[in-house]
């Protein structure tokens, strides 16, 4: 078995609605990898960056924003990849957006939907998990120690 160090993340963009929250799912441009999918935000990490430092780097190239509050989701997202004898394990977070994304060239649309309807969309159970975790999470009260705080610099 191969090395299992993380190497990607996922983050699930929301904004906390009156009623319920609804998540941000972007939809993959053509000519992309995942083209015509509905995803969340997530990419690779950099050599040297922390977890964290690479969901709020991501959420900012793929949304325009930088989130009001990001948070780890208190699971990971873990699959088996045959091809590559390799176990993926791949943090997750939520991230409060601010306001609608500013697209970049990755995607051509986007959407907000309520968790079940934005789960539905995703093509990944774990992902499917992971969105609803998020939404039980922000309904029950974010645990503070889930909450990214880093250090002035």
């Given amino acids: ?55 709020l780097r991501e959420v900012d190239e793929e949304t325009g924003h930088s989130p009001d509050r990001l948070w780890t989701i ?23 957006l601010p306001a609608d994304p500013t697209l970049d060239d990755e995607h051509d649309a986007f959407t907000w939907l309520p968790a079940e309807e934005a789960a539905a969309h995703l093509a990944w159970p774990e992902q499917q998990r992971l969105l609803r975790l998020a939404d039980r999470t922000l309904r029950n009260g974010i645990p503070p120690r889930l909450v990214v705080q880093p250090a002035p610099e």
């Fill in 74 to 96: 208190p699971s990971v997202n873990a699959f088996y990849e045959w091809q590559a004898d390799r176990m993926n394990l791949i943090p997750a977070f939520a991230a409060a």
């Fill in 1 to 55: 078995m191969h090395n299992s160090a993380p190497r990607v993340v996922d983050v699930y963009p929301y904004r906390e609605s009156s009623v319920n929250p609804e998540f941000l799912l972007l939809h993959r441009a053509p000519g992309t990898l995942y083209a015509g999918q509905w995803r969340m935000v997530g990419g690779k990490i950099d050599t040297g960056e922390a977890a964290w430092e690479t969901a």
